[in-house]
């Protein structure tokens, strides 16, 4: 069980880094060098997520987990933006907080662990190698991990239709506003409909984080 969550927890440190790193290359942007700082701070993240956070880790733990964060945050306070690493701590107290979430508000604890985390950690990741953000890097990025949400969801009611019409009509108007090209736009609302169709039809259904890795390879396309 434990090399299991350990096996998810790299995963998700990779689903982080699959969009990010394959736009900057793509668009020319990488400096092609690796801040290992960050990358520390990324495994922290998806380490803690998938794994610490199974544990049930205390207020004490929290802290020192926090103290190490901030150890290596000042190690790299020369080559990391101030703006990445606080964006990478945000993601840490984050998750500390989905331990006091309660049950019937499970929603938000979906869309900080499926939405949030995720969008954040590849945007700083993205940032932090190419020296700013570009809406073109965003837009896409978050349409899957919302794409993910939704699939992951859906059950068939009439309700998760009109999610999934309402998501694809808010892709084509993106594509319209110039803000994903329309291979990406029909990626996605393929992407969508053929994970919904399985899960209704043949009952195939894997876990978010199989979503958002499928997802964001697609977005290599």
Do not use: W
């Not at 940032?127 to 068939?156: C, K, M, Q, R």
């Amino acid at each position: 069980m434990n090399n299991r969550k350990l096996i998810v927890a790299l995963l998700e440190f990779i689903s982080y880094h699959i969009f990010p790193i394959s736009f900057l290359f793509t668009h020319g942007l990488n400096n092609y060098s690796i801040n290992f700082y960050l990358l520390v701070m990324v495994a922290m993240i998806a380490f803690y997520k998938e794994y610490v956070r199974t544990l049930k880790p205390n207020f004490y733990f929290n802290g020192l987990y926090s103290v190490c964060f901030f150890i290596l945050a000042f190690i790299s306070y020369r080559t990391l933006n101030i703006n990445v690493i606080i964006l990478a701590f945000v993601q840490l107290v984050f998750l500390y907080l989905t331990k006091y979430i309660s049950k019937k508000y499970q929603i938000l604890e979906t869309l900080i662990d499926n939405f949030i985390i995720p969008s954040f950690t590849s945007i700083a990741i993205a940032y932090t190698y190419a020296h700013f953000i570009s809406v073109n890097f965003v837009v896409p990025l978050l349409l899957v991990n919302i794409s993910a949400i939704l699939i992951d969801y859906f059950d068939g009611e009439i309700a998760d239709f009109i999610q999934l019409v309402t998501l694809a009509g808010l892709t084509l108007i993106l594509f319209f506003l110039g803000y994903v090209n329309i291979i990406t736009a029909v990626t996605i609302v393929i992407f969508v409909v053929a994970s919904t169709l399985l899960k209704e039809f043949r009952h195939i259904s894997v876990s978010n984080l199989v979503y958002r890795l499928i997802g964001n390879i697609l977005l290599l396309i």
